[in-house]
C-alpha cells in the first residue's frame, strides 16, 4: 500500500523590520505566497479539493489554481507584456475555482510554484517606476511595477483570509 501524497510542508520566513521599499514589497509578497502554501501543508489532494461552505464554492486547491493564473495575470502578462492564455481558465469563466474534481492537486501545487519563478524572473530587470501596458478590456489603465506589487500583496491577504476559514473547516488547524 503507498501513502497518500500531502502537500508539501513550508518554511515561510517573516519579512524584516527595516528594510528598502522593493526588498519590502519582495519579502511581503513571499510571505503571502508561503501562507497559501502552509495552509495547504499536510493535506491530502481529496482535502485540498474540499469545498468550504455552502453556498461558497471555494477549496484551498481551487484558491491555488486561482493565485497562479492571477501571478500569470500581473507579472508574466502585464509586466513582462506577453500574451498568453491562463493553465485552468482560459475563458476566464470561473474555472480556476471550479474544476478541482479532477484535478491534479501536486501538478498544481508544483504549476504555483513555478508560475511564481516565472513571476520573479518577469520583473527582475524592471523598477518600480516602470509602467506597464494594461491587458485586458481596460487598456487605457496603465499602471507601473510598484501597483502590481501592492496589488498582489492585497489579493494574497483576501484569499490567505479565505484560506484560514477552509483549513479551519477542514481539519481545526487555525494560526496565521
Not at 508539501?8 to 508561503?34: K, N, S, T, Y
Not at 500581473?74 to 481558465?89: E, G, L, S, V
Not at 499602471?143 to 484560514?164: K, P, Q, T, V
Request: glycine share 6%; aromatic share 8%; net charge negative.
Amino acid at each position: 500500500m503507498t501513502e497518500a501524497w500531502t502537500a508539501p510542508q513550508v518554511q515561510r520566513a517573516d519579512p524584516g523590520l527595516i528594510l528598502g521599499e522593493r526588498q519590502a514589497l519582495e519579502a511581503w509578497l513571499d510571505f503571502h505566497r508561503d501562507t497559501l502554501l502552509l495552509k495547504c501543508a499536510g493535506l491530502t489532494a481529496g482535502q485540498l479539493k474540499e469545498r468550504a461552505v455552502p453556498p461558497s464554492r471555494l477549496s484551498l486547491l481551487g484558491l491555488v489554481r486561482h493565485m497562479t493564473e492571477v501571478e500569470r495575470w500581473w507579472f508574466r502578462i502585464h509586466a513582462a507584456d506577453t500574451d498568453m492564455a491562463f493553465p485552468y481558465d482560459p475563458d476566464q469563466t470561473g474555472q480556476d475555482f471550479e474544476a478541482v474534481e479532477d484535478a491534479d492537486a501536486p501538478a498544481n501545487i508544483e504549476a504555483f510554484r513555478q508560475e511564481i519563478e516565472h513571476a520573479r524572473a518577469a520583473v527582475a530587470g524592471r523598477q518600480l517606476d516602470d509602467v506597464v501596458p494594461s491587458h485586458g478590456h481596460h487598456p487605457e489603465h496603465i499602471r507601473d511595477i510598484r501597483w502590481i506589487y501592492l496589488h498582489m500583496i492585497e489579493e494574497y491577504a483576501r484569499h490567505n483570509g479565505h484560506a484560514d476559514l477552509i483549513r479551519e473547516r477542514i481539519d481545526g488547524v487555525t494560526g496565521d
